[in-house]
């Protein structure tokens, strides 16, 4: 079993969770409540962070096992890592203001291409020689 | 294979499936044409019921297949089976009234959190005893 | 290992990827600044876009993945080859007018359907004889 990326999903599910906590917390603070999503461009913006988590999860998830199982264990949960990161600095800027998102998102998005590259050569690897 | 528990996560992709058909169904009861998402709470309420078990997904998918490979198949899937329940007293809740969700909400976050406990800590163990 | 499935996963990863991008260009093309997601019914056809692969992807990823390990990888990665076709037609569609996002989007529902029905017989079939 790819041990080393098991935990790095766990990992990376728990700041997910964290994620939609703070949307939680900003759901009181800035006085949105349930089910209004809109209505405060900071409250937004705490939203849009878990949101675009959540959109990359679906990348993230299969990329990252289907290179752990076909590639490499080590090297999936590094890039893993590398994802959580990035993640976290979209979270740090993207909620300061709309334009310091950038560069953790970039980090992400590069860490989660090479996952799924990773995958796709492995894949590929096993259909021509099984 | 952990038999148990792929049958607890098709139950879970089921009732998932069930939230988005209803709230097709609120589309046209409350008069709220594609693409819009807001214009009544009553049809907010259905879409955010919707939206929430969609934020969980990537939470309880991969908790309850890690703990399922890495920890117990039964205790997984009966773990998974109480998340469920937990969301569907959460869509009767909040259809009803937004504060009516608490109940069903903490029941599955529950589930969801003893879910991801138990896949890291067979994780852990799995790394430390490979 | 399900290889072909693993293949068709990674280019459903890839379309979905491809979804979210196009948001990001209707985000300059129709002037809707982050973190705002409506304002323009052309930017929220797009949007929603996106937000309705994301709202299948945690029905299309389980059941693919679990009917091909319990009933046919071939069969299953022909089921989500049109499934995916399903998801350009309404990506097609629904970028053009809300009313032509129908034939694709019964088209990969049926598709993810008899995924998800395959897994579930091969599951309960593998639970009575194990």
Redesign the interface.
Known sequence: ?P??T??V??LA??L??WT?FRVGQARGKFKI????T?GS?DF??V??V?MNM??W???F???IW?AA??VSDIGAALLGLVWIAGRVLYMRG?SAA?EK?ETGFFMQAIAAGLL?LA??VG??V??LH?
Chains 1, 2, 3 share one sequence.
């Open positions: 079993m041990n080393f098991a935990f999903i766990l599910v728990i997910y969770f939609g409540s349930a089910p209004a809109t461009p937004e913006r939203f849009r878990q959540l959109e999860m679906p990348i998830l299969p990329a289907l199982i076909y993207y709309a998102r799924w995958a796709l894949v590929l096993s259909m099984p």
